[in-house]
């Protein structure tokens, strides 16, 4: 069985001054993190490995993940950002195996359209908004559209 966690970039900056690419989390947005990350350890759901998008909101969400969570720095995939549906599930295909549980932080609109084409439940991903997904499959490959089951939909709007 696969599990992939999808997690949406906390609230970061409108401000001027930033390209979009590094455009930092408010303090809003760290505590989003810590929300969610508490509520992630109450649930014992800890992911094996974290990737994410290199863009400096999605980084620093999973900064925060991976610190409270008790794991590795996460893994950036620079096809994670700006990404499309097709190509979050062509990264998706090509998790390594080795892994059962992967979290992936990514941006909207792909984050939700992912979600919405591996589970066919319509949901609007938040800032800091968690998804997790289960497949009855072996391998990362396996994934087809519809597979999935979504086994919880979490954000920080619902507190």
Request: hydrophobic fraction near 40%; proline fraction near 6%.
């Amino acid at each position: 069985m696969k599990k992939l966690l999808l997690i949406r970039h906390a609230k970061a900056t409108h401000e001027p001054g930033y390209i979009d690419f590094e455009r930092p989390l408010t303090n809003k947005g760290f505590e989003q993190c810590e929300t969610m990350t508490a509520r992630l350890i109450k649930n014992n759901i800890k992911p094996q490995l974290l990737v994410s998008s290199p863009a400096l909101r999605t980084l620093s969400t999973a900064n925060v993940f991976s610190q409270e969570l008790g794991l590795a720095t996460a893994t950036t995939y620079p096809d994670i950002y700006d990404a499309s549906e097709n190509t979050l599930l062509k990264v998706i295909s090509n998790l390594p195996n080795e892994y059962d549980f992967i979290a992936l932080v990514g941006h909207n609109p792909g984050i939700s359209q992912v979600l919405y084409a591996l589970s066919n439940e319509p949901k609007e991903m938040s800032t800091c908004a968690v998804a997790l997904i289960e497949f009855e499959a072996d391998s990362w490959m396996e994934l087809q559209e519809g597979a999935g089951k979504l086994t919880l939909f979490d954000s920080p709007k619902e507190d």
